[in-house]
């Protein structure tokens, strides 16, 4: 293990800085949750790990983010020599970021082999998500390329062949980083965005068992990986029977570039120390990837671990957003006050943390789904509804959140200075890769009513309360009647077909289950304190609300809450 990271402390300026804090002791439910949901050795093994990263990602790593943020990656389209090349140059912070990412930390890798960070066996997927959710919270960029490596490596090992398995696998799981091919996926284009049937670029099979791809992907984040998963019509009928899966290697075998370039970067609004382009293929090599014409049921399941990510991310970001924010209200003061002390700053406060740890739980629920419908051992209906509910409610709450830390620090949360901008850019992207809101939404009465989710989540839901801490009892007929009536507005929504209805049922089914991983882990007296924001849900983001009754005073609740926190 590395030498540790000096802790810096942050410098008491009438603007507090919160620059210097170890992210992961800031974290009031960091350490607990990941006893909690970890095999007590592997989390006994990872807490070093977990300690470092935070004084990483609250000092040097938020240094090198905000100076990538600053830097964006340039295009060299042809060499001085006039040469083609689609040379992609990154700033030496990105490049550091990347190096802790894949290297050090073996984000991408540690679920697929063991080995890394000293661990004789792969790891489960919490564990990846733990250490993940800690990392974006100063970098939120490299984290799409680390889980697309991460995904490619998962859907690859799942239908690839046997021989192409093992001679990619290990190229995109090394911890080697100048052996690394990192993982991309290219699936927009510009008239088949969230409409995959209307994919244009086709395929053509060779006699040595390759195919050729032609045509135009027009949103292509990390373009210049080693390997990508690529969509492309390889059967004449239309639609998405027509559509394959292909592994597109940025090298051929035989030396040279493949044969497609990148034509520009886009200029993003966030995510701007990671590159996105537009590429043309033309004729580029590539490999099939599992059976002919089925390749967006064998892409959704990338997509699916990619939404997965979309939600931790989103978490993290949430995560840093309220850790700055209440740093920053115990150390400001105004009207011979600190912020903290102000019940409307409280009340905010409040809101912003219960909406974080919702995505965090859920977060963690959903890894654990995935991972035991992968093993054979789970309900392969739970984790398909719990992926568009996290991909859906968390990366909308992430965009109020950041939003709010940022009216906390008031003026200075405006400055480009300050983390708050960074934190605001990049909560947008999470609404709009791998599905749009309304795409998501839509997808959970899918899995409503193709894969006869509803059932396996009650189930769960149902589970988890049982097994957690117990509702107030002068809250519990109110749970019960707002469950009851979750389940009845998804399953008519679902099944009369109404289309209008998916974001209500969605928020409302994500808040049903979040409700209750939280008084799971309440059970655990170390996290008691989340039965108080399992109320939180329930009273004023799953129960009914009557916007002209004058509520009751939730100050001491709002007080409890908060001094957990600090």
């Given at each position: 293990m590395d030498a540790p990271v000096k802790t810096a402390?942050?410098?008491?300026?009438?603007?507090?800085?919160?620059?210097g804090l170890n992210l992961f002791h800031a974290d009031p439910y960091a350490a607990a949750l990941c006893r909690r949901y970890l095999p007590p050795?592997?989390?006994?093994?990872?807490?070093?790990?977990l300690e470092r990263l935070g004084e990483l990602a609250g000092g040097l790593m938020d240094e090198l983010a905000a100076t990538a943020d600053k830097h964006p990656p340039t295009l060299s389209v042809r060499s001085r020599a006039g040469q083609d090349e689609s040379r992609i140059d990154k700033h030496p912070a990105y490049v550091e970021l990347e190096r802790l990412a894949y290297s050090e930390f073996g984000l991408a890798a540690l679920s697929h082999r063991g080995g890394v960070l000293g661990w004789p066996e792969p790891m489960p997927a919490a564990a990846k998500y733990a250490l993940s959710h800690l990392f974006v919270q100063a970098e939120f960029g490299?984290?799409?390329p680390v889980s697309m490596t991460d995904s490619l490596a998962r859907t690859l090992r799942k239908f690839g062949d046997a021989d192409l398995v093992a001679r990619v696998l290990p190229?995109?799981?090394?911890?080697?980083?100048?052996?690394?091919?990192?993982?991309?996926?290219?699936m927009t284009e510009q008239g088949a965005g969230s409409d995959v049937s209307a994919t244009e670029v086709t395929a053509e099979p060779q006699d040595d068992g390759s195919w050729r791809l032609s045509g135009d992907k027009w949103f292509c984040s990390n373009p210049d990986a080693g390997y990508a998963m690529v969509l492309a019509?390889?059967?004449?009928?239309?639609?998405?029977?027509?559509?394959?899966l292909f592994l597109l290697p940025r090298d051929l075998p035989g030396g040279g570039h493949n044969h497609y370039r990148i034509l520009r970067l886009k200029d993003k609004l966030g995510t701007r120390s990671m590159a996105s382009g537009e590429i043309r293929l033309e004729g580029a090599v590539a490999w099939l990837v599992g059976e002919r014409g089925r390749g967006f049921k064998q892409m959704a399941d990338m997509i699916n671990n990619s939404r997965l990510s979309n939600g931790m991310r989103a978490a993290g970001l949430m995560r840093r957003a309220v850790t700055e924010a209440v740093?920053?209200?115990?150390?400001?003061?105004?009207?011979?006050?600190?912020?903290?002390?102000?019940?409307l700053m409280q009340r905010q406060l409040v809101k912003m943390t219960v909406w974080t740890e919702q995505a965090r739980s859920v977060m963690f629920q959903t890894a654990r789904a995935l991972a035991e419908a992968d093993q054979g051992g789970g309900d392969p209906a739970l984790a398909r509804i719990l992926t568009p509910l996290i991909k859906f409610r968390a990366c909308r709450d992430a965009r109020k959140v950041t939003g709010d830390a940022m009216e906390v620090r008031g003026g200075c949360g405006y400055i480009e200075e300050w983390t708050e901008p960074r934190l605001v850019r990049d909560a947008h992207l999470g609404s709009i890769w791998e599905g749009t809101s309304n795409i998501v939404a839509l997808d959970v009465l899918r899995a409503i009513t193709r894969e006869q989710s509803l059932p396996a989540l009650r189930a769960h839901i149902e589970r988890l309360l049982a097994e957690g801490a117990p509702c107030p009892p002068e809250l519990a007929d109110m749970q019960a009647r707002a469950l009851e009536q979750t389940y009845a507005l998804a399953e008519h929504a679902a099944r009369e077909n109404r289309a209008e209805l998916a974001r209500q049922a969605a928020s409302l089914l994500y808040h049903a289950v979040s409700l209750a991983a939280l008084r799971w882990e309440a059970a655990d007296p170390a996290l008691a304190a989340r039965a108080r924001l399992a109320d939180q849900v329930l009273l004023h983001r799953?129960?009914?609300?009557?916007?002209?009754?004058i509520p009751p005073d939730e100050s001491a609740a709002c007080r409890e809450i908060l001094q957990y926190a600090l």
């Open positions: 402390t942050p410098a008491a300026t009438p603007i507090p800085d919160a620059r050795a592997l989390h006994a093994h990872l807490l070093p790990h490299l984290c799409c190229q995109v799981t090394t911890q080697d980083f100048d052996a690394l091919r990192q993982g991309a996926m290219f019509r390889s059967e004449p009928q239309p639609g998405l029977k027509g559509v394959s740093y920053f209200s115990q150390h400001r003061r105004a009207f011979g006050k600190r912020l903290i002390d102000m019940p799953l129960g009914p609300r009557d916007p002209y009754a």
